[in-house]
């Protein structure tokens, strides 16, 4: 079907332009096609498809262009799915909803469903029904503080998580170098950043085209990482302020020799190098899914980097439904970072699929525990297993640095989850560092 609507926009393009008097064409799309097309554009805004997923036991539905529609040039990001069911899967379209009709949709199926994901790009949920659900940014970014001028870098960053990666970097010698070279971005495209970005990513790839690339950074700078005079990853950099931006990787074919002898390590560390050498104060790692497991976002806190929001792409909003075991797996499985209330806050769920020993439970905690502005630790306990070791969590959380908090959902549903942290964040009218140690029902 998507091919047959691609065929019939060219032949209808063609036609325009064949039948069309030249002179006419440019008053015609000014006066007539663009605003008509813009026309069409918000009618099918207020119209919103709906969705549904439903296998082993977990149903979802999705409601909104963005959150899963085939035919829109921004598509709900597979890795969700992938996340939801372990594979990448069709929904099945159930139906539309004016947007004046969303509350009543979702109270109709939330009574059917485990989980509701609304995206759109121009509207937000508001009042008592944003309150109802989580807000999960599309990405976060996490930011490095350097140094002070007079402290060593390399001093400054190593420790025992990052100690190989340094190793790797000097026994390579790696060196870089800082080029505008129109010939090098095309290498740097072609060789290191869509090879990179297919084997990162898989079915969720999001590549750029490149002609949209070569518009946007023709005259960016491009970070080169050389090994033993060649080429073998490269990185585009930018600056603003005194922030040095890193903004998309790459790795000569992908290949896996160059992963293994530290090329990702050596881009981050030649930023901050480079920062330093411009007088910069911070360097943004850029951005990383929000899920405290993502392999991304876990390597880059290895190097001291905090989170901060990102709100370059529209976020979904997420509406737990019950408590049924598939949903508790999911949620177990997948700790994730939401925005409540124009806070960051990371959601840690123990229940019945999660069996750790208190120093297993430690070190786990401790792993999920992330730096971030505004960021604070939710700990939800899902069964009454884990509520009657409250104070074994209580003593692991207190000797992490960020405000932390328990919630007991051991006999409440999920779908008052959203609700009782806004309440908590509201009752506190502050700052994370204003929150009391823990809070835990």
Same mark, same amino acid.
């Given at each position: 079907m998507?091919?047959?609507?691609?065929?019939?926009?060219?032949?209808?393009?063609?036609?325009?332009?064949q039948?069309?008097?030249?002179?006419?064409?440019?008053?015609?799309k000014?006066?007539?096609?663009w605003?008509?097309?813009?026309s069409?554009t918000?009618?099918?805004?207020?119209?919103?498809?709906?969705?549904?997923?439903?296998?082993s036991?977990?149903?979802?539905?999705?409601i909104g262009?963005? !959150? %899963?529609d085939p035919?829109s040039? *921004?598509?709900?990001?597979?890795?969700?799915?992938?996340l939801?069911?372990?594979?990448y899967?069709?929904p099945?379209r159930?139906?539309?909803?004016?947007?004046w009709?969303?509350?009543?949709v979702?109270r109709?199926?939330?009574?059917?469903?485990?989980?509701?994901? #609304?995206?759109h790009?121009?509207?937000r949920?508001?009042g008592?029904?944003?309150?109802?659900?989580l807000?999960?940014?599309?990405?976060?970014? /996490?930011?490095?503080?350097?140094?002070p001028?007079?402290v060593d870098?390399? !001093?400054?960053?190593?420790?025992?998580?990052?100690?190989?990666d340094?190793?790797?970097?000097?026994?390579?010698?790696?060196q870089y170098e800082?080029?505008?070279?129109?010939a /090098?971005?095309?290498?740097?495209?072609?060789q290191?950043?869509r090879?990179?970005?297919q084997?990162?990513?898989?079915?969720?790839?999001?590549i750029?085209p490149w002609e949209v #690339?070569?518009?946007?950074?023709? *005259?960016?700078?491009?970070?080169?990482?050389?090994? !033993?005079?060649?080429?073998v990853?490269?990185n585009?950099?930018s600056q603003?302020g005194?922030?040095?931006?890193?903004?998309?990787?790459?790795?000569?074919h992908?290949?896996?020799?160059?992963?293994?002898?530290g090329?990702?390590?050596?881009?981050?560390w030649?930023?901050?190098v480079?920062?330093?050498?411009?007088? %910069?104060?911070t360097?943004?790692? /850029?951005c990383?899914?929000?899920?405290? *497991?993502?392999g991304?976002?876990?390597?880059?806190?290895k190097?001291?980097?905090?989170?901060?929001?990102?709100h370059?792409?529209?976020?979904?909003?997420?509406?737990? %439904?019950?408590?049924?075991p598939?949903?508790?797996r999911?949620l177990?499985e997948?700790?994730?970072?939401?925005?409540?209330?124009?806070?960051?806050?990371?959601?840690?769920?123990?229940?019945?699929?999660t069996a750790?020993s208190?120093?297993?439970l430690?070190?786990y905690?401790?792993?999920?525990?992330?730096?971030?502005?505004r960021?604070?630790?939710w700990?939800?306990?899902?069964d009454?297993g884990?509520?009657?070791?409250?104070e074994?969590?209580?003593?692991?959380?207190?000797?992490l640095? /960020?405000?932390?908090?328990?919630?007991?959902l051991s006999?409440?549903?999920?779908a008052?989850?959203?609700?009782?942290?806004?309440?908590?964040?509201?009752l %506190?009218?502050?700052s994370?560092?204003?929150?009391?140690?823990l809070?835990?029902?």
């Amino acid at each position: 079907m998507e091919a047959n609507k691609l065929i019939m926009l060219k032949f209808i393009k063609k036609s325009f332009n064949q039948y069309v008097p030249a002179s006419l064409q440019q008053p015609l799309k000014r006066f007539f096609i663009w605003p008509l097309s813009r026309s069409i554009t918000f009618l099918r805004d207020l119209w919103l498809p709906i969705y549904r997923i439903e296998r082993s036991g977990l149903t979802v539905i999705l409601i909104g262009h963005e !959150a %899963c529609d085939p035919f829109s040039d *921004k598509v709900c990001d597979p890795y969700i799915m992938h996340l939801l069911y372990a594979e990448y899967l069709d929904p099945l379209r159930i139906g539309t909803v004016p947007l004046w009709g969303l509350n009543r949709v979702m109270r109709r199926w939330e009574k059917k469903a485990d989980l509701i994901i #609304f995206r759109h790009r121009r509207f937000r949920p508001r009042g008592a029904a944003a309150r109802r659900m989580l807000n999960m940014p599309y990405h976060v970014e /996490q930011i490095i503080e350097l140094p002070p001028p007079d402290v060593d870098l390399l !001093a400054f960053l190593i420790n025992s998580t990052t100690r190989r990666d340094l190793k790797k970097i000097r026994d390579a010698e790696f060196q870089y170098e800082i080029t505008q070279d129109p010939a /090098q971005l095309d290498f740097f495209y072609h060789q290191m950043y869509r090879p990179f970005v297919q084997d990162r990513h898989r079915g969720s790839a999001r590549i750029i085209p490149w002609e949209v #690339f070569r518009r946007i950074y023709e *005259k960016g700078e491009l970070m080169l990482i050389r090994r !033993a005079g060649l080429a073998v990853a490269g990185n585009l950099i930018s600056q603003t302020g005194d922030c040095l931006y890193n903004n998309l990787f790459g790795v000569l074919h992908a290949d896996r020799e160059l992963f293994n002898a530290g090329s990702i390590a050596a881009i981050y560390w030649f930023a901050m190098v480079e920062a330093r050498r411009r007088g %910069c104060a911070t360097v943004s790692m /850029q951005c990383a899914r929000p899920f405290l *497991k993502d392999g991304v976002l876990v390597y880059k806190k290895k190097w001291g980097s905090r989170i901060v929001a990102d709100h370059i792409d529209r976020e979904f909003w997420l509406l737990p %439904c019950g408590n049924r075991p598939p949903m508790h797996r999911f949620l177990e499985e997948n700790p994730f970072i939401c925005e409540q209330d124009d806070r960051l806050v990371s959601l840690i769920f123990l229940g019945s699929h999660t069996a750790l020993s208190d120093k297993e439970l430690s070190s786990y905690l401790r792993g999920c525990h992330f730096q971030g502005d505004r960021l604070s630790t939710w700990v939800v306990l899902l069964d009454s297993g884990w509520a009657a070791r409250t104070e074994t969590i209580k003593n692991i959380m207190r000797e992490l640095p /960020q405000p932390s908090h328990i919630l007991d959902l051991s006999h409440g549903s999920l779908a008052e989850l959203p609700e009782l942290i806004s309440s908590w964040q509201d009752l %506190c009218h502050g700052s994370p560092s204003e929150f009391p140690e823990l809070a835990y029902s």
